[in-house]
């Protein structure tokens, strides 16, 4: 079974330039989940997606961050424009939805902002 | 707000033996509890998932336990290999943002060196 897909797995950019990290889930599933993992931290949770629904943004930094799901499968996560402390990994996980499932996590995208 | 805290930060071993690692969380309301392993660079592997309503699960030299009453779960490596060195990450999941928003929360890690 093929695992949830992430890409690129790296990227630097310079502060106020913009950027976009791609994600396929595992197929089927209907969660979709990015977090975002500062070095040395657990990952915290930005957006989450059923479906093409988002159901929780609530820790989204909306003035920068902006995060799609196309039709219910693939999503993108875009900053514009990026700040030094976005610098972080970047993690797509999903689910086949509900509250028992288990996550199933990416490589991640790791995001260096000079 | 759910906050989860993971000691030690940071354990070191020599291979051969058992090891615990503790995990708790503030808010007993969850629906479940997941282990993670993530090794430098890489993104997370699940490694166990502990419903609300169990009390352990085992997988391989791995068993997880949950108590969820007062907010602890262990996680227990029997025999660690040097191949177990890695961080892990315990998440509780809970409808912290309303209906539907069944979000992980995750711990800071413990990273594990197992010593040849």
């Known amino acids: 079974e093929a695992g949830v897909a992430q890409s690129p797995r790296y990227k630097i950019i310079e502060k106020r330039q913009s950027v976009a990290f791609w994600c396929n889930p595992i197929?089927?599933?209907?969660?979709l989940y990015w977090y975002q993992q500062i070095l040395g931290q657990g990952p915290k949770l930005l957006i989450q997606?059923?479906?093409?629904?988002?159901?929780?943004d609530s820790q989204l930094p909306k003035d920068r961050f902006s995060a799609e799901r196309l039709k219910g499968v693939d999503s993108t996560l875009k900053i514009q424009p990026a700040k030094l402390e976005d610098s972080a990994v970047y993690l797509c996980?999903?689910?086949?939805?509900?509250?028992?499932?288990?996550?199933?996590f990416g490589q991640g995208t790791r995001l260096t902002v000079v | 707000k759910q906050e989860v805290t993971q000691i030690p930060a940071a354990l070191s071993v020599p291979e051969g033996e058992n090891l615990v690692l503790n995990c708790s969380f503030t808010?007993?309301?969850?629906?479940?509890l997941q282990w993670f392993r993530q090794d430098p660079g890489k993104g997370l592997t699940s490694l166990l998932l502990?419903?609300?309503?169990?009390r352990e699960q085992t997988s391989g030299r791995l068993n997880a336990s949950l108590d969820k009453s007062s907010g602890r779960s262990t996680l227990y490596i029997a025999a660690s290999q040097p191949g177990d060195s890695a961080t892990y990450l315990c998440?509780?999941?809970?409808?912290?943002?309303?209906?539907?928003?069944?979000?992980?929360?995750f711990g800071k890690g413990t990273k594990l060196s197992v010593i040849p």
């Open positions: 502990i419903q609300s309503s169990q």
């Open positions: 998440a509780v999941r809970g409808a912290y943002s309303g209906a539907g928003s069944y979000q992980l929360t």
């Open positions: 996980a999903s689910s086949l939805g509900g509250r028992n499932t288990e996550a199933f």
């Open positions: 808010d007993s309301a969850i629906y479940n």
């Open positions: 997606f059923q479906n093409n629904g988002v159901v929780d």
């Open positions: 197929s089927g599933h209907a969660t």
